[in-house]
């Protein structure tokens, strides 16, 4: 299989058995895929159809300042990066 083949295999299964809404894989400083779940108001809804987005292209700002920083700081390359929804508060006296 080709490289990219592979990353999409793996952004996907990061975001169905993962729990991630969104996956980065760098493949170089120019290039970048993407994965993300399509959400509604922030929440991800719960139920039998998944929509997810993939996109291959330039890393977007946010993508190109982690990069920066992490040449800065004489790390290697970035493999990949995921973004998780935050956890439920439970409030007091409510159950």
């Given at each position: 299989?080709?490289?990219?083949?592979?990353?999409?295999s793996e952004l996907a299964e990061e975001i169905l058995v993962g729990g991630a809404y969104k996956a980065t894989k760098?493949?170089?400083?120019?290039?970048?895929?993407?994965?993300?779940?399509?959400?509604?108001?922030?929440?991800?809804?719960?139920?039998?159809?998944?929509?997810?987005?993939?996109?291959?292209?330039?890393?977007?700002?946010?993508?190109?300042?982690?990069?920066?920083?992490?040449?800065?700081?004489?790390?290697?390359?970035?493999?990949?990066?995921?973004?998780?929804?935050?956890?439920?508060?439970?409030?007091?006296?409510?159950?």
């Amino acid at each position: 299989m080709d490289e990219r083949s592979e990353c999409f295999s793996e952004l996907a299964e990061e975001i169905l058995v993962g729990g991630a809404y969104k996956a980065t894989k760098y493949l170089s400083d120019k290039l970048t895929i993407k994965a993300t779940r399509k959400r509604y108001k922030g929440k991800i809804l719960r139920g039998n159809a998944i929509d997810i987005v993939f996109t291959v292209g330039k890393p977007n700002y946010e993508e190109r300042e982690k990069i920066k920083r992490a040449k800065k700081a004489g790390q290697g390359p970035i493999e990949m990066t995921m973004k998780y929804p935050p956890k439920a508060k439970r409030q007091e006296g409510k159950r």
